[in-house]
Each structure stands twice: as C-alpha cells, then as structure tokens.
C-alpha cells in the first residue's frame, strides 16, 4: 500500500482508539505485561515481594487481563490477516546477503532488549510513545521521537554492515 | 499527480482551517438549550439543608458535597465531609475530571445561591446529570441547622425526627470547624477529592 | 461525548473486545505499509527507503487534526484523553537506548510483532530479545528507580509550553512534515539502493 | 480545472466540515464553543449589580421580570418584559436579547432563577447580562460560628 495511505490508516486507528477508550496505542506495554504475568506464575514469591512487580498484582489485578496485553494479540491477528491479504506470510530471516544469519539474529536478539529496556524508561515505545505522544501534542511524545530517530542515525554508521 | 503532493495539499488546507478555528482546551455545553432549560428548573435539582443534613448525618456514600468557595472560605469553614473545588477551577479546568463518577450524586454549595446554581447549569450542561444544588447554600444550613429553635407546645413524631437530625448534624458542624487548625487540615488533606487519573500510556 | 469509555462504564470484556479490535486495526495499518520487513525500516536510516516517516507522520497529523475537529463539534472531550507524562531524563535516555536497539534490530515492538504474525523469524528473535529486555528492566528496576522517576513535569502539552493554540502548532508541525516528506523523496532518489528495494518488494 | 477534478472528493468533505464549522460557530439554536470564557463574568461576580447602579444604566438597558419580583424600582420603571423563566429560550426572546445593544438586566426574587438563567442565556452568546440583587454582599456568609451552638437543646 501507498506510505501515506497507510499512514491515513494508521491515523484513523489511532483516532479510533482515542475516542473509545481515550488512549492512544502502545506495543511494549503489552511486552511487559506478558513478562510481569509469567514472571508472576513462575514465581509468585518473587512477584509480590518484589517493587516493580508487586504493584500489577495489586488487589488481584491479571496481567493478562489488560488493555494493552490484549491489544498486541490484536496487533498479531491484523499483521498475520494483513500478510495473508497481500500473500507475504512465510517462514523465513530477511537479512543482507552480506551478512550471516546467526549474526542477523544476534543483532535481533540485541535490538529486542535494547528497545523494550528503553521503552520501560521512557514509559513507551514509537507507538505508545512517540505516534501517540505526538497526537496528543505532548512534550514527552516530541522528546522521545527526537530521541529515538536522533539515536538511530548517530548508531546509524556503526552497523552499516547490517543493512547495506 | 503524484500522491505525495495531493497529501500536502489536503493536509496544508485542513491545518489552516484548525490554525483559524478557536481551538482553545475549554469545551462548550452540548445538551440541548431547552432541554436544559427545563432541567434545571425543575425542583428535583434541589436538596433542602435538611435532605443534606440527613446524608451528612448517616454518612451516606452515594452522595458526594461539594463546596464551590474560595480555599480560604473552606478552610475557615465547611460541611462536614465536603470536598473543596473553588468555583474558578471547577469553571477554568474540566469539570468532567471531579464529576464522572455517576454513581453518586454531586451537591453543590456555596454561600449563597450564585455559585451553585451557575455550576448545576454548567455540569448539566456538559451532561452530568448527576448534579444537584444544595438551596440557599451555607446561609441557609446555618439558619435552619444551627439556629433553629423549637417553639411551640408539642411535638409531633415527624418534628422530632427532624430536629434530631439537625441537632446531630449541627453537632458535627461544629466539631469539625472548632478544630484547631493543625488538626483541621489534616482532616481536609483527606477529605480532598483527587482527579480522576486517566488510562493510557503503556504503564 | 467521547470518549465513549469516560462517558459509559464498559464492562470488562467489552472493554478487551475493543482491545483487540482497536489492536488489530493497528497490527494491519503496520503490515500494509510495509513494515513488516526490517529492511524497509532500516531504509530510514540509510535513506534509500523512507516509508518510516511518512506513515509515521501522516498518522500522527490525521489523528491530530481528527481529534481537534472531533473536539471542537463537541464529540471529543480532549481533556478525558490521555496525555503521556513527561519524564525529562527518562524520555531521552530511553529514547537513545531505543535508537540503538532499531539500529540494531531493525524493528519497533509494534512493527516486530507485525513482523512476527507473517512469519519472520529475525522478528521471533527479537521478540524474545524484548521479553528478555522487560525482564531486565524488571530486575534491574530497584537500581535505576531514581532515574526512571526523575524530571518529572506532568502531562504538559507542547503547544501549551510553546504558548500557541493546538490548531496553530498543527498548522506548523504539517509545514514540517510536507517539508520532510519531500527531502525524504529526494533522499529516496539520491541515497537510492535497487538491489534492496527490488528485494524487499518480492 | 484539472486540479479540482483531482480533489473532487476531497473538497466535498472539505465543504461539509466547513459547513458544520459555519453552523457550530453561529448557530443559535446550540450554545456557543468556548464555555469557559462564556462564563467568566461570573467568576467574581461582575454580572452582579445592586439597586444603586440602575439608574446610570436605564437608558440603554433592556430590563426583564423572570419572576414576581416586588421590588420598589419594579413599581417606578415603566418598560419591565416579563417573561416566565420557562420560555426566555423562545425564539421571539432570544432573537430579542441578541440583537438588544447595551445591558441586559434579569429581575427575580428568587437569586437561584437569575443565576441558571444568567448561566443559559450567557452560553448561548449573549453578553453584557446582569443580575439584580437585593443583598448588599454577594455570596456572603452572613452568620458566624457560635462555640455555644453545641448546647442546642
């Protein structure tokens, strides 16, 4: 599809999810709220003693119950309807032929901790973040885009490799 | 031509039109003028002192009072239990912040009958029906609460019942505003209503 | 008046529902634009695709100019619509460590689980790579409290600091943005790889 | 010619948002945008006036009964419309009180009435609206706390 008619889609989607539940959207809050709810079946010790998990057990709250867990499963459901649409699902690593898969999938794995690490300090990702922070004019939203897209380009030379 | 040009036109027409609409964060009414209208004039807005006296009294958590004065004013004095928004905030920030718990009912006071009566239009005009006004406000709880007087040869049942409530409530009333003053803020500090915080982000 | 949320208590599964429906929109609007590769995301940084900042763009100023519309016919209470806080530290930091996990993985969590759905195995890696970063910012939590709850400003509004109105600064931010959107086509020319633009569009 | 067959769609909607913009702004029949600033007379009280003031405002002022109001000025001025407070919305009114050029002054014995229907008619944009009160402070409290008042009987 045309970028910029996604992008009018994606802007509707986010419209959409402001008038109903007057929030905006987000994917790593739903990451972490998988981790809290298993960290918490594995470990119930752990997970209430704990001060970052205890608090999402609070008064028997479910994790898995939330907003933004269910959300992602939606992401998925919409990304597999989407790809099935346009014939793109398949197994496979894309990657530059110049480079290994192991190495692809190392820098994956690395990028994976570094985002959603980041994402949990700066309280969202792009989406939740950044595209929902900006819809809403708010600083924070403006400050993590900058940051993120700045950061991105500074990194940009050192792993060229992987790309191009 | 190209999609890329046609999306900057249309965009760079609609951002004009926003740059040009009075767009400020404040919200009008939206119900229906004469809707409104006769809401609001009919008696059911109204909680006599004494219907309030009685949910101050059995401490009654469907109802939620609110004082529409100055922090000052409050500070000096107050109804027992009651929450202060001072009548400019309740007008300059959203009002929809204190007032979207609908499972209880809002009674506004203030001295007089100003202040109360221009935020019952305001709060049901933004559709919060659950907006009530407590007549004559503060002037008229202490003249009927705390200075009335029985007079008169007997009692009936109904009088009786009545005067107990006011007696109680008076009784609290005073409690509560002869405190001293350390003690007094203390128990405002709790009593002061918190915004409702609002879902989203991805914590 | 919306939001619809604030103005009827949903039940819960009604509340999820909506979750999921509002969730697979998303998960949609992401796989068509094509963001389901990373390669194509990447492009951004190397600029021979720049798909990223055009839908990232569009979106943000259609939901923009939608919600202020919606707000001033009286549909939208923009007031009851969350503002994300800001933390000044947090945001930069987290927002530099996030750059250099794009670089390096070459996705978003939103655009990797996209990636995911249709099969991409780099994406399963990096999901797991996710999981593993919110464990370890869970255990790692206690250390870095201070910072994470440091220069905190509230829910504050750029147009507010700024002292325009809202509708001013979106007049702006689209000046802003159709700029961008045409560097971004000219650098699509000029940093050019049809090797990789041929490949990802199979 | 070529470019409006281009953005045909495009202005239709364009159009119709501004025809929905036209209506918000000026419509009578639906309260003004902006509430807030509709209000802000009666923050400090502005919009109230007493007895002594009405003279230097006759000439101009509009002024109206919305409520057997049985003050000694009632009597003395002559051009007083009453209007139950139930109909000030029809449109033979506030056609009235929208094109009127200077203050308008509501009477009533009661200060609740004025006070909502001050509320409505300033929502619906119209402005210089003032209310006659018979108390010398407004929104005063007038009795004081007695420590005695604990020995009620």
């Not at chain 3, 994406?123 to 593993?132: D, K, L, P, S, Y």
């Not at chain 4, 281009?6 to 003004?32: D, G």
Request: net charge positive; hydrophobic share 45%.
């Amino acid at each position: 599809m045309n970028p910029y008619l996604a992008g009018v889609l994606l802007g509707v989607v986010l419209l959409m999810a402001m008038y109903i539940s007057g929030r905006g959207l987000g994917a790593s809050g739903g990451i972490k709220y998988c981790v809290v709810s298993l960290v918490g079946t594995l470990d119930r010790n752990h997970a209430e003693n704990s001060v970052y998990y205890s608090k999402y057990f609070e008064n028997g709250r479910k994790p898995l119950k939330n907003w933004l867990t269910v959300e992602i499963f939606g992401i998925l459901a919409g990304g597999f309807f989407s790809g099935a649409l346009s014939k793109r699902i398949k197994f496979r690593i894309e990657k530059s032929p110049k480079i290994s898969n192991r190495r692809r999938l190392i820098f994956a794995f690395l990028g994976g901790v570094f985002f959603v690490y980041g994402a949990q300090l700066a309280r969202g990702c792009t989406s939740g973040a950044a595209l929902s922070g900006m819809a809403v004019l708010s600083v924070a939203g403006f400050l993590t885009m900058i940051a993120i897209f700045g950061s991105a380009y500074l990194f940009a030379w050192f792993f060229r490799k992987n790309w191009i | 031509m190209e999609i890329r040009k046609k999306i900057s036109v249309i965009l760079l027409i609609l951002g004009i039109l926003l740059a040009i609409l009075p767009l400020s964060s404040s919200r009008s009414l939206f119900v229906n003028p004469s809707k409104l209208l006769s809401e609001v004039l009919n008696p059911n807005v109204y909680f006599t002192v004494d219907q309030t006296a009685k949910f101050i009294v059995n401490e009654d958590t469907t109802v939620r009072i609110i004082d529409l004065r100055s922090n000052e004013e409050f500070r000096k004095i107050c109804l027992p239990g009651a929450i202060n928004i001072p009548y400019n905030s309740f007008i300059k920030s959203d009002p929809g912040l204190y007032l979207n718990d609908k499972s209880k009912r809002n009674i506004f006071y203030s001295n007089g009958d100003f202040y109360s009566n221009y935020a019952l239009v305001y709060a049901r005009g933004l559709d919060y029906r659950n907006s009530y006004v407590m007549s004559g406000g503060l002037n008229e709880w202490f003249r009927m609460v705390m200075e009335s007087k029985f007079s008169g040869e007997r009692i009936s049942a109904r009088e009786n019942s009545l005067f107990e409530i006011r007696t109680r409530a008076g009784k609290l009333f005073t409690q509560i505003n002869t405190l001293p003053d350390s003690l007094k803020g203390k128990f405002m500090v709790s009593a002061r209503f918190a915004s409702r915080k609002l879902d989203g982000g991805c914590e | 008046m919306g939001p619809l949320s604030s103005s009827f208590i949903f039940p819960e599964w009604l509340d999820l529902l909506f979750a999921f429906i509002i969730g697979t929109g998303f998960g949609f609007a992401l796989e068509q634009a094509g963001f389901s590769s990373s390669r194509k995301l990447a492009g951004m940084f190397y600029g021979y695709d720049t798909t990223v900042i055009k839908v990232f763009f569009t979106a943000a100023i259609v939901a923009l100019i939608g919600s202020q519309l919606l707000s001033f016919f009286g549909i939208l209470n923009m007031n009851q619509v969350f503002v994300n806080e800001l933390y000044i530290g947090p945001a930069i930091i987290g927002g530099v460590i996030m750059g250099a996990g794009f670089i390096m993985g070459g996705f978003c969590p939103g655009t990797g689980l996209c990636a995911l759905s249709i099969g991409k195995i780099d994406a399963m890696v990096f999901a797991a790579g996710g999981i593993t970063g919110a464990f370890l910012f869970a255990e790692t939590y206690p250390f870095i409290r201070k910072l994470a709850d440091s220069g905190y400003k509230g829910p504050v509004k750029i147009n507010e600091s700024i002292g325009i109105s809202s509708g001013l600064f979106t007049l702006l931010l689209i000046i802003a943005a159709v700029l961008m959107f045409w560097i971004a086509e000219l650098a699509e020319k000029r940093f050019a790889r049809q090797e990789i633009t041929d490949e990802i569009g199979s | 010619m070529e470019i409006f067959k281009q953005f045909r769609l495009f202005f239709v909607i364009f159009i119709l948002i501004l025809c929905a913009v036209f209506y918000r702004s000026f419509s009578n029949s639906i309260f003004r945008y902006d509430a807030a600033k509709m209000a802000l007379p009666s923050l400090q009280g502005e919009n109230i006036i007493t007895e002594e003031q009405i003279p230097g405002m006759m000439d101009k002022a509009l002024i109206i009964d919305i409520g057997c109001s049985d003050s000694v000025l009632v009597k003395s001025v002559k051009n007083i419309n009453k209007i139950s407070p139930d109909s000030i919305l029809d449109k033979k009114y506030t056609r009235k009180l929208l094109k009127h050029e200077g203050p308008i002054i509501l009477l009533s014995s009661d200060n609740s009435t004025s006070a909502k229907i001050w509320m409505l008619l300033s929502q619906k944009g119209i402005r210089n609206i003032y209310i006659l009160s018979y108390e010398k402070e407004f929104e005063a409290l007038k009795y004081t706390l007695k420590a005695d008042s604990l020995s009620m009987p």
